[in-house]
């Protein structure tokens, strides 16, 4: 299985970005996507998760409201909208695949993920 996050840019306060990530060597609709951050200095912070069987969600408190998850089963894609962005969005933003479609306690654990992606920066400039 591979992963790949694309996407990421350098942005100004209150802009958008879509970031994208792929899996392949899997069939959609049999694992779930999380995405996470990390920036420079803090520890890994889960953003938000997707099933591809059912679409459901979960976002984290920081982005609830101002992030948004849609799929493409056809193109094995997941994609995270993220609006209104501030600079404390400012990470490396990582998806990872899990081996399973149901929506965790706490989706955050990144031991639940099996695949992860290399990363994609995003910088929110004020």
């Known amino acids: 299985v591979r992963v790949v996050e694309s996407g990421g840019d350098l942005v100004q306060l209150g802009d958008s970005l879509r970031l994208s990530c792929t899996a392949s060597?899997?069939?959609?609709?049999?694992?779930?996507i999380g995405w996470f951050r990390q920036a420079p200095g803090k520890e890994r912070e889960g953003v938000s998760y997707?099933?591809?069987?059912?679409?459901?969600?979960v976002f984290a408190d920081s982005v609830k409201g101002r992030f948004t998850l849609s799929r493409d089963n056809a193109k094995n894609t997941v994609y995270l909208q993220m609006n209104t962005l501030k600079p404390e969005d400012t990470a490396v933003y990582y998806c990872?695949?899990?081996?399973?479609?149901?929506?965790?306690?706490?989706?955050?654990?990144?031991?639940?993920?099996?695949?992860w992606g290399q990363g994609t920066q995003v910088t929110v400039s004020s």
């Open positions: 997707i099933s591809t069987n059912d679409g459901r969600t």
């Open positions: 060597g899997i069939a959609a609709g049999y694992y779930a």
């Open positions: 990872a695949v899990a081996l399973f479609t149901e929506p965790p306690t706490d989706f955050s654990s990144g031991y639940l993920y099996d695949y």
